[in-house]
Nanobody, 122 residues
């Protein structure tokens, strides 16, 4: 059983940056793919980025490509999401997830964190 805890959210002006952290415990996190998903008020949860368990492969939603970077440190059981050039439409609750497959499909992830709020003001 893997427990995930996100941190690093907050309020930032458009054009600013934030780095989200997802700390894992309780399992062999280094063997799981990790993903970030987000959900804005009134909208469905959407895929943001994912990283292979090895860190060698990443995949991004078109809406964040070139602005966001996902990375991981398996020695620290941690995944990061560096978010640059933030836009008001990036405002959402961001959730970290872990699963056995390197995929953008949310239903393939077995473990989820509680989320961290990101608010981008214009």
């Amino acid at each position: 059983q893997v427990q995930l805890v996100e941190s690093g959210g907050g309020l930032v002006q458009a054009g600013g940056s934030l780095r989200l952290t997802c700390a894992a415990s309780g399992g062999t996190f280094s063997r799981y793919a990790a993903g970030w998903f987000r959900q804005a008020p009134g909208l469905e949860q959407e895929f943001v980025a994912t990283i292979h368990w090895s860190g060698a492969y990443t995949y991004y939603a078109d809406s964040v490509k070139g602005r966001f970077t996902i990375s991981r440190d398996n020695a620290k059981n941690t995944v990061y999401l560096q978010m640059n050039d933030l836009k008001p439409e990036d405002t959402a609750v961001y959730h970290c997830a872990a699963g056995t497959l390197f995929t953008s499909e949310r239903n393939k992830y077995s473990y989820w964190g509680q989320g961290t709020q990101v608010t981008v003001s214009s």
